[in-house]
């Protein structure tokens, strides 16, 4: 009896092993197509990767000509404003629904990006383009987010996810010198006088 549970539970295992084998195993014909399909999607990283890199060369050596791509959306009252050497984003601001409450200046400012960027919290889906509207203290030189919105394209276009800050609890931050916050800061109570 004892003999016939050791063969029992021997072929059980070796069923067993079997199976586990015959799960893990795959014809020739899988793994020749699972090979070109990977060869395949290796082959179009690789020239995803080069066209990305061309076009960043290319940003890098004319900005402005990835800029004049996008649409200066006038009728809002936008104004081209800066773009960075690399070309990787550009940045407008409008005069529309301008205010000034005392030292404290409202504008609306406007961010787009050559290449989709990876939003944290509300923003957590990819974005290339952004409008804030900002607070300016001009007396005490610091900044805060009322409004951003994010869009998954350019030119203020494609889906949009936005955050909103509560007036009353939006952290102000200060300006630091010699950065673009510095800039539209300089601009907003400039142009708010």
Known sequence: MSMIRGRIGLFAMLAAGQWVQAAGAQTPEQQQMW???????????????????????????????????????????????????DGSWAAYIT?????????????????????????????SGKFSSVVQKMQYDCAKNRARALLTVYYSGNDLQGSEQSEEADPKQAVWTAIVPGTRDELDFTWACGAAK
Request: net charge positive; hydrophobic share 40%.
């Open 35 to 85: 090979d070109a399909q990977r060869a395949t999607a290796l082959a179009d990283e690789k020239a995803r990767a080069e066209r990305l890199t061309q076009e960043r060369e290319a940003r890098r050596a004319d900005p402005l000509a990835w800029v004049r791509t996008l649409d200066p959306m006038t009728a809002g009252g936008w104004e081209f404003r800066a773009v960075a050497t």
């Open 95 to 123: 005069h529309h629904q301008m205010k000034r409450t005392g030292s404290v200046v409202t504008v609306w400012l406007r961010q787009e990006y050559a290449e989709p960027q990876a939003g944290s919290g509300a923003s």
